[in-house]
């Protein structure tokens, strides 16, 4: 004789099956969490308390309410950072998304060499910081660069003090840095284009599309997604730009290269005062967030 | 035998394994940790060459355990540790940051563990005792010093008809130098210049430091505050202004490691005595002179490494740090040859390995100078005065003055605010 199975009992079944699947989800993301809960999350919320004390790391926090937050923004070198890193995200920002993905429409092509193509573009990627600002500053050097000696050749005289100008230092750690990471985005846009079926062009084409039309009615549209998650990130790692700037000019000359992760950082491991460094970093972190907010909703994505 | 109890023998056995050798050690040695800012391969290499040699040596079954840190990283991993309550037995770094960390209470006072252990300082400079002491109380035992001096490419100082035996010895010589080695091609491009000068950086600041004081200047005034704004403040920043636009000068950054110097671009470069292995090992022809006198007085700018003991829970470890710390004071011929800095304890100095290495012509200006080497004051706040970073007042106003963007006067009274600034802040 066979059970029937009542729907109260079928119910309570899936109802556990559902939660073992979710216990399952939570099995494989438990080693994530606990690293992200241990080394992000709990650091953020007392970076946070932090910045409502006076800290010099050795000792105990002492209360200081919202004075680190009107120091901050009292400080003609904060606000200075602030501007220098927005020059910076403008400077960088734009080229590492355009170029990105003009670069993953080039090695998309069915191309000859296509492979090694790929390789060679994403290889600056792999590069540490540390071993691209030495190199472009050697690139970039005023009396023996190899920039200024090709400029040299083709009659720009005198050189051009690349980092040692403050008209010219931030232009270059931005080239510097679309040179670096801008295979990263590429790599993002390639796969995002390898995602758009292809029944989609040859509807387009059956419509009558050509290659632009193509490329502004079908791949463009397709890659919304990709794009609300490339543009945002693109622009947070922007705002939050550090290593370059450390290795090739600590925020000079004349601190015209000073942006704010290196200021959070000076504040914190040169200065000490976790106070003021942890409040920068709260105000960084509401300035990423609003402009994360705003182009997600531009985009339609929120 | 059930599964269980044969995992269990496993597991004990394991960490059998992996304790023994660690109880071993700590039965027939004792560690000494030990924190370092001397980096790069070279450097972090040679130095545990020699800390290898105390540790076959000593007969006190003491064990150094070196960690090689960048200087700025030094720094914060000192904080971090202590704060921790875990730093490390000895540090070694400059003399100007041990104020600011002692303090923080970080150092140890270690007049009672030099007494114990033997420490013999006589014969150093009673300006470079003066120096490791606070408040009267040893807290950091000087190991060296590291002025700044004068190099110069032997092969260009020919060329442009010079005697490379006769190094100049004041302004007037040094610029005739400069201009005799920058050359300029038909179309008016530089292509030799006469000095590598930077606008910025250490070698900016450290020039800046050196003709403050050779005009008769300081950093502090007896108020506690800046007195960059002083006569011979102006002078010593009017003069580096007219080296940059006299055309004899690279314009260097100040930072990175490639400079036209070391390109054989031109022919002379302030620096010090660390840069002898790089050029030697580049196959440079070059020379060594004392600083120049451009102001009124001689004077170079210097810092020195000193080694200090840090606070502890227990002071177990003390005398053995101690013990560390003296063999290594006394066997400062190697690491000073190596990494190009000179010894202050008369036994290190006359340690043939010093005295007779082919080296020694290099370093001899060295040695001569420490007589009108001047450090930066070490004052509690000196990591943040003199920090090299974006926020420092005192490179932003040499580099705007240099550039032509300030003028001397408004250079030198911004220089002076944001340092009152940094000394005031609470």
Redesign the interface.
Known sequence: MSSATTPKEKRATSSWNSIKNDLIAYAFMAPYLFLFIVFLLLPAFVGVYASFTKWGIIGEPKWRGLRNYTKLLNSEIFIESLQNTLYFVVLAAIPLIVLGFLLALLVNQKLRGRNITRAIVFLPHVVSVAAVGIIFQWILERSVGLLNYYLGLLGVYPPINWLGDPDSAMPAIAITTIWWTVNGNMIIYLAGLQDIPEDLYEAAKIDGAGRWQELRFVTIPMLMPVNAFVIPLTVIACWRVFGQVFVMTRGGPQGSTFTVAQFIYETAFVKFDMGVASAAGVILMLITLSFTIVQLRAMKVI | MAKDSLLKIVVVALAALLLLPGAALAQDSTAVTLMHGWTGADNTEMLNTVFDRFNMDNEDGLVIEPTALQW?DL??QL??T??AGNPPDVVMFHNTEVTEFVR???LLPVDDLMAAAGVDLTGVPQNIIELSKIDGEFYCLPGDLHPMNLYYNVDLVEAAGLDPDSPPTTGEEFMAWAEAMTITDD????TQ?GV?QY???ALGRWFFHTLLYQFGGSWLGEDGLAAVDSEAAHRALQYMVELQDSGVS???????????FD?G??GMIMVGPWMVNSYVTRGMNFGSAVMPTFGDVPATWTNTHCLALTVQDSDENYLNSMKVIKWFLENYAEPGIKVGIVPVLPVALADPYWTDHAYAQYYAPFVESLAISVMEPAIEKY??VF?????SPL??NL??AQ?G?KTVEEALADMKAGIDELLLDE
């Open positions: 700025d720094f914060t904080t971090l202590a704060a923080k209470g970080v179309d008016g491009v530089v210049y590598d606008t910025g950086g690279s314009r260097g950054t100040g930072f990175g490691d490639i400079g036209a390109a671009r031109a990591t943040s920090s090299f970073g974006g926020q490179l932003r580099e705007a550039a963007d």
